[in-house]
């Protein structure tokens, strides 16, 4: 009874002051709870639109119609030898509306966005991503100097929600970021994997130790940051890495910006 009599007045609240898309910020009619809503709006998810056409089965970068992923493609084919996970999610290409999310969801505001970012990617590959059976979610850490600032931290809060959908166990504490490193967008893609090198470390590794782990980023572009924590969690004994990103860069296109 007491659970009805607070389902109705929430309805009436939000009837009242309905919650707001966190992108387009208009009110969202028949959503609940809370001001600024978890959920894009319809008119936004149209827009937003995930980008489901053929991807590397590897990298996730697009790839041409019909063309055989298994092993690669013309993204990550030169890479692929030093990968240290297995395959890659991501809601798209770093370009468009998607760019423009990553951006808000950095923002110290920007917490709504990447948890209504996260529900996006998960509508469109929960079948995917639930493949696997994995026993840990891990945001890919900031340095403390860099945390200091922030009110939230965009993978921490998409790996938080990734794993409540998964029904799997979170940590922030599993993983450090032990050096302090130039930002990944700043240098060539040829100093990139030199400038993450030794700048993570595994600070339980029994928690990792035979387990499939979950690893969450906003932005891959060389991959070299998330490779870098795989070889670390792989060394400490980790039996499967695989990566969720909000958006894939590609190199050499417009939107080359990402770790
Ligand atoms: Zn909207
Ligand atoms: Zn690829």
């Known amino acids: 009874m007491k659970q009805a009599i607070q389902s109705f007045y929430r309805g009436l609240f939000d009837l009242v002051y309905p919650p707001e898309c966190p992108y387009c910020e208009k009110p969202i009619i028949g959503s609940s709870s809370g001001q600024i809503s978890s959920e894009f709006c319809e008119s936004c998810k149209e827009i937003i639109k995930p980008d489901v056409t ?50 808000r969801a950095k923002e110290p505001s920007g917490r ?20 696997i059976k994995y026993d840990l979610v891990l945001p890919v850490p900031f340095h403390w100097s860099d945390r200091f600032w922030r009110s939230h931290c ?3 809060t998409i ?41 993570f470390r595994v600070k339980n590794v029994p928690a990792v130790h ?7 980023d906003d ?14 969690l792989k060394k400490a004994g980790a039996k499967h890495v695989s990566i969720v990103v909000l958006a894939r860069a590609l190199k050499g296109a417009r939107s080359f910006v990402g770790e």
């Open 54 to 103: 053929e991807r590397c089965s590897i990298c996730d970068a697009p790839s041409g119609p019909h063309s055989n992923t298994e092993s690669g493609c013309y993204h990550c084919n030169r890479n692929r030898d030093r990968f240290q996970f297995e395959k890659v999610k991501s809601l798209g290409v770093y370009a468009d509306e998607i760019k423009s999310i990553c951006l």
């Open 112 to 131: 709504p966005v990447a948890s209504a970012a996260l529900n996006l990617l998960w509508e469109t590959w929960e079948p995917e991503i639930s493949q």
């Open 154 to 156: 965009s993978p921490g």
């Open 159 to 199: 790996a938080k929600a990734l794993a409540r959908k998964l029904k799997t166990k979170y940590s922030f504490r599993v993983l450090s970021k032990v050096k302090i490193t130039a930002k990944q967008s700043s240098l060539p893609v040829s100093r990139r994997r030199s400038n993450v090198r030794d700048a």
């Open 210 to 216: 035979g387990k499939s782990i979950l690893l969450v």
């Open 219 to 232: 932005i891959m572009t060389t991959g070299s940051t998330v490779n870098e924590i795989s070889r670390c």
